[in-house]
């Protein structure tokens, strides 16, 4: 299985509500990122944990909170969302060496904040 | 600030010729890059990675130079092919880190 699975595939969701993105990977990899991407923009890191440990948070907003329940999921939970938070939401894994590596990414899930 | 440049936003190429695709950045930290490869509606998928230690590196069509004292690394297909058609970006990296920055991207076709 060489797959990173996202769900829910697309998001509608006003400013009050509280939601959650999902990712998992059944590849061993013990490393795991959430990236957003906006149209015609570069991923941009959001957030990455590594052995379960979240080891680098890019000054994201309080908003969004990430959590890594065991090594092959990982969550994004969303509130009180701003309608400039509307974008491609990207979730990938690396194996985790110290070397670097590729990543395996997801197909995103596509939010709209209304 | 953006540390990892793709300057030409897109590119037109021929079916059977050579697809040259360049990326430019700025902190000589960097020590690995990579290429993905993006279809619409879905997530980059790897293409190609080159460690700083080396100059150039081939899989099949594809081939990556780096020059480090440029601070530049380009991605040659050949030969190109409809399918080859998608949002290429190049990614760097500082060993030891979990850290990527990826480029602003370059939108290739190649014509039938």
């Known amino acids: 299985d060489t797959e990173v699975t996202q769900t829910p595939k697309h998001l509608v969701m006003g400013m009050t509500n509280k939601k959650s993105l999902k990712c998992e990977q059944h590849?061993?990899?013990?490393?795991m990122y959430w990236y957003k991407q906006k149209a015609k923009k570069p991923p941009e890191l959001m957030f990455v944990?590594?052995?379960?440990?979240?080891?680098i948070n890019e000054s994201v907003p309080s908003r969004f909170s990430p959590e890594c329940p065991n090594s092959s999921l990982l969550n994004l939970h969303l509130h009180a969302l701003q309608p400039e938070d509307s974008a491609l939401y990207l979730c990938?894994?690396?194996?985790?060496?110290?070397?670097?590596?590729?990543?395996?990414f997801g197909p995103g899930t596509r939010l709209t904040v209304l | 600030d953006q540390q990892v440049k793709q300057n030409s936003p897109s590119l037109s190429v021929q079916e059977g010729r050579i697809s040259i695709l360049n990326c430019d950045y700025t902190n000589s930290m960097f020590d690995y890059f990579l290429w993905y490869k993006k279809y619409p509606a879905e997530g980059p998928t790897f293409l190609i990675s080159?460690?700083?230690?080396?100059d150039k590196n081939e899989d099949g069509r594809f081939t990556v130079f780096l020059n480090k004292s440029a601070k530049h690394l380009s991605l040659h297909i050949v030969p190109s092919q409809p399918g080859d058609s998608a949002v290429y970006f190049c990614?760097?990296?500082?060993?030891?880190?979990?850290?990527?920055?990826f480029g602003t991207g370059t939108r290739l076709k190649v014509l039938a």
């Open positions: 080159i460690s700083s230690i080396k």
């Open positions: 590849m061993g990899h013990r490393a």
């Open positions: 990938a894994s690396s194996p985790g060496q110290v070397v670097s590596n590729e990543q395996f």
């Open positions: 944990y590594s052995y379960e440990k979240l080891s």
């Open positions: 990614a760097t990296s500082t060993s030891g880190t979990y850290k990527y920055i």
